[in-house]
């Protein structure tokens, strides 16, 4: 590499360094996105190696699943939410990817039926152009580069934007939920086992109406994968 087109990446790096998306260290050589201090110290839930752990029964009587899990407990003030805060909030696609990846590693070693197809929930069109990209189609990415699994994202589309949700009740965030989205084709993936992919999973309500509009399209065997799970 040419001396001062080095130098000028040096100084551009000590400026502005690559630092930890968890706790705002300087990232190391060989670390990406997040330090390895950071990565022993998140809190996992070892769900994947649970077949009947919290997330999986969240959806008991709701919808029908494989298996269903997510990566980490969101909770407040951990780095788990400042990943995601950093993922949603701060353009931090990689981050997504990254994070897909650690999650893959994880599904990589579950004993439950590998998926033939990911599908991440979809974006409200506007809001991805607003945002850039589909957080969940970033860690739908990632875990598809360990598992090998295609990640398909035309099939599924979202009509309109929900907004909160939170201050609803359970029959609300359900009604509201009807009709959001809707499938393009289905002969992609019509007797397939897909894998559906979120970040956060708070009630589950939106993960069960796209699950619901995948089943109703033909899909075989759902199951469910998540960053992290907000109890
Ligand atoms: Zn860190």
Not at 31 to 57: G, M, R
Request: net charge positive; hydrophobic share 40%.
């Amino acid at each position: 590499m040419h001396k001062l087109k080095q130098y000028s990446i040096d100084f551009f790096n000590l400026i502005f360094p690559d630092l930890c998306n968890a706790c705002g260290q300087q990232l190391y050589h060989g670390e990406q996105q997040i330090c390895t201090a950071c990565l022993y110290d998140l809190p996992y839930t070892d769900f994947h190696v649970y077949a009947e752990n919290a997330v999986a029964k969240l959806f008991y009587g709701r919808i029908r699943c494989q298996w269903a899990m997510a990566m980490l407990y969101f909770r407040k003030g951990t780095k788990a939410q400042r990943l995601v805060h950093q993922l949603k909030y701060r353009s931090q696609p990689d981050l997504g990817f990254r994070l897909g990846a650690l999650l893959g590693e994880k599904l990589a070693v579950q004993p439950g039926e590998k998926p033939d197809l990911i599908i991440p929930v979809p974006l409200h069109p506007k809001k991805e152009r607003s945002r850039g990209y589909n957080q969940s189609r970033m860690i739908a990415d990632g875990i598809s580069s360990v598992l090998h699994i295609p990640v398909g994202s035309t099939q599924l589309n979202r009509l309109r934007a929900t907004g909160t949700q939170t201050k609803r009740n359970r029959y609300d965030r359900y009604q509201n939920m009807q009709s959001v989205f809707s499938l393009a084709g289905t002969a992609e993936l019509r007797g397939k086992h897909v894998l559906l992919v979120d970040d956060v999973i708070t009630t589950g309500a939106t993960l069960e109406a796209c699950g619901q509009v995948l089943l109703e399209g033909g899909v075989a065997k759902l199951s469910i994968a998540a960053l992290a799970f907000a109890e």
